[in-house]
């Protein structure tokens, strides 16, 4: 898959430096965020990145020593969060651009985020392809990062409506239903196909 819906977003450079030391280590990872609802639904800028990663502890040495030259990185944060399963954050020195990493779970849905991700060029410079979430699961996570917040997140849910709006037919929506279903955002998956007419 290829894309250049997100040609004016700044920092992509900095995200592909940090994904060049996953590859290396042959870390499983997808980026979600505003990247990816800006890769496939309507384009804003983004401040960080958000980047779901499976656990890597047995390279967790090799990953630090990889990115510390070049981003700020707390080892203890690291491994609290490979321990625990959740997320640490990465500031880029040269930019302050942040990166905030989360470690998946063994949840059925944590694996199928990795597994249904999908490689796009992000940008028409881009050095390679960059594995990003699916439509579908970006809409999920969106729903319920709103969710979350009491539905006050603006930006969340028009990045849901976004994406909903570009992908139309092409979205499983069966996926979609059964996952929505599955993570308690039901009534607010519904609520943004009827606003979109999707």
């Known amino acids: 898959m290829e894309t250049n819906r997100v040609d ?6 900095v995200v592909q430096r ?10 499983p990872y997808a980026i979600g965020g505003s990247v990816a609802s800006s890769a496939y639904g309507a384009m804003r800028f983004t401040e960080d990145a958000d980047i779901a990663v499976q656990g890597f502890s047995s390279v967790a040495n090799e990953f630090f020593d990889g990115i510390k030259a070049e981003f700020y990185v707390s080892e203890q944060a690291m491994r609290h969060a490979l321990a625990a399963h959740c997320s640490f ?9 942040k990166i905030d990493i989360f470690v998946q779970g063994p949840g059925e ?4 985020l990795l ?6 060029k992000l940008t028409k410079t881009g050095l390679s392809d960059l594995r990003i ?7 999920l996570l969106k729903l319920d990062w709103f969710r979350q917040t009491g539905g006050t997140s603006e930006r969340q849910w028009g990045d849901v409506l976004g994406v909903l709006g570009v992908q139309g037919k092409a979205l499983d929506h069966g996926y979609l239903a059964a ?5 308690g955002v039901e009534e607010l998956l519904n609520r ?3 606003e979109v007419g999707a």
């Open 109 to 112: 849905f944590e694996r199928l």
């Open 89 to 97: 954050n990465v500031i880029h020195f040269e930019t302050s651009f």
């Open 18 to 27: 940090l994904i060049s030391v996953l590859d290396a280590l042959h870390i």
């Open 8 to 13: 004016s977003m700044h920092h992509i450079d």
């Open 179 to 183: 996952w929505a279903k599955k993570l």
């Open 133 to 139: 979430v699916s439509p579908e699961d970006i809409i």
């Open 115 to 120: 597994a249904r991700s999908r490689r796009v």
């Open 192 to 194: 943004a196909i009827a």
